[in-house]
C-alpha cells in the first residue's frame, strides 16, 4: 500500500491579504511560508517519501522545492496539479467579488454556469485534471508515498471524490497553508487518511 500525500503550498502574499491571484505570476512565498514549507519537510522525513511533484506556480513550486531538498527526492512540476483559473475575478478582494457576485465560492462548488461564465475553471475541470494526475500516480509509484503539491481547490475536489462531500460542506473546509491531506490506496481503491496534517503548534493559529 501506498500514500497519496496532498500538500497545499505555504502562506503566500495573496493569503495574508484576502485576493483571489489565481495563476497570476510573481506572488511568492511569506516568510512565514517558507518557514512552513521547512517544517512539514522535516515531519514527511518519516513517511519515506519517492517523489514531488507540484503545480507550476511559484509559491507551490518553491514549497516542492523546500520539501524535495529536506527529503532528498526529485521534484517534478505538473501542469495537472495547477491552481484554478480564476477568470474575470483575478486579483480581485474576497470581499469585492462577495459584494458584485455573492458567494461565488458556494456557487464554484455547486457547479452553478455563472462561475464559467466569468472564465473561471470549474470544479468538474479541476477534479478531472486531479484524477488524471492521482491515476498517473497510482501507475507509475504502485506502494509508494508521493508528495503532490498543490493549491486549496484541487485537494478539495479529491477529498469531494472520495468522501462525497457536499458543495456546502466543501464551501466550508478549510485546508491550511503548509498541511497535508493524506490518502491511502488499497485495492484500487482510496481512503481519507487525514486532514490538515501539520505541526500541533499550528492547531491554534488563524488558517
Not at 495563476?23 to 517519501?49: D, H, S, W
Not at 475536489?157 to 490518502?183: R, Y
Request: aromatic fraction near 6%; charge should be negative.
Amino acid at each position: 500500500m501506498g500514500s497519496i500525500i496532498f500538500l497545499r503550498h505555504g502562506q503566500a502574499k495573496n493569503n495574508t491579504e484576502g485576493m483571489l491571484v489565481g495563476r497570476t505570476p510573481g506572488v511568492p512565498l511569506t516568510e512565514k511560508g517558507i518557514n512552513q514549507a521547512k517544517t512539514i519537510a522535516k515531519f514527511l522525513k518519516p513517511m519515506n517519501i519517492s517523489a514531488v511533484y507540484t503545480s507550476p506556480i511559484e509559491r507551490a513550486q518553491k514549497t516542492a522545492e523546500i520539501v524535495a531538498e529536506h527529503n532528498s527526492v526529485d521534484c517534478k512540476i505538473d501542469e495537472r496539479l495547477i491552481e484554478l483559473d480564476m477568470g474575470k475575478f483575478t486579483g480581485l478582494l474576497h470581499d469585492e467579488i462577495f459584494k458584485s457576485h455573492g458567494n461565488v465560492f458556494l456557487k464554484f462548488y455547486e457547479g452553478q454556469i455563472e462561475i464559467a461564465h466569468n472564465g473561471v475553471e470549474t470544479f468538474y475541470e479541476v477534479s478531472k485534471r486531479i484524477q488524471s494526475m492521482v491515476d498517473h500516480v497510482l501507475n507509475e509509484h504502485p506502494n509508494e508515498n508521493i508528495v503532490l503539491v498543490t493549491h486549496m481547490d484541487p485537494i478539495k475536489s479529491m477529498l469531494a471524490s472520495v468522501m462525497d462531500l457536499k458543495p456546502q460542506s466543501l464551501f466550508e473546509l478549510i485546508i491550511a497553508n503548509g498541511s497535508l491531506t493524506i490518502f491511502r490506496e488499497a485495492g484500487g481503491k482510496l481512503s481519507v487518511k487525514a486532514i490538515n496534517v501539520m505541526d500541533p503548534a499550528r492547531f491554534d493559529q488563524e488558517w
